[in-house]
């Protein structure tokens, strides 16, 4: 079965860096779009970063310049390196799998079929 397990997440001070992490297995990870997003109690879930099975990326507005990720096709693992951390980028951050080649650039349950755990950022003044 598909299996999505993110790790890398803690407390850091504004200014300083963390890699988040996500290992997949159970489908053919090079063939499709994975994507990050982020959630905070009483907000919706919020795209991070898309990176799309035939290349490129797409970063949302609020971590561009900060953040990248990228995917390691021979590891079956994506990642986020997440540098410059503010306090307002605390939040719960998930990696998830979408159905085809590209990445809807959105929150959407249909499109994203597939979620990890989540792992949790605090980032403090």
């Known amino acids: 079965e598909v299996q999505l397990v993110e790790s890398g997440g803690g407390s850091v001070e504004a200014g300083g860096s963390l890699r988040l992490s996500c290992v997949a297995s159970?489908?053919?990870?090079?063939?499709?779009?994975m994507a990050w997003f982020r959630q905070v109690p009483g907000k919706e879930r919020e795209g991070v970063a898309f990176?799309?099975?035939?290349?490129?990326?797409i970063y949302g507005d609020s971590v561009k310049g900060r953040f990248t990720i990228s995917r390691d096709n021979t590891k079956n693992t994506l990642y986020l390196q997440m540098n410059s951390l503010k306090p307002e980028d605390t939040a719960m951050y998930y990696c998830?799998?979408?159905?085809?080649?590209?990445?809807?650039?959105?929150?959407?349950?249909?499109?994203?079929?597939?979620w990890g755990q989540g792992t949790q950022v605090t980032v403090s003044t």
């Open positions: 998830a799998k979408g159905r085809g080649v590209y990445c809807v650039t959105s929150y959407s349950r249909s499109y994203y079929e597939y």
């Open positions: 159970g489908y053919r990870y090079s063939s499709y779009c």
């Open positions: 990176i799309p099975s035939i290349g490129g990326t």
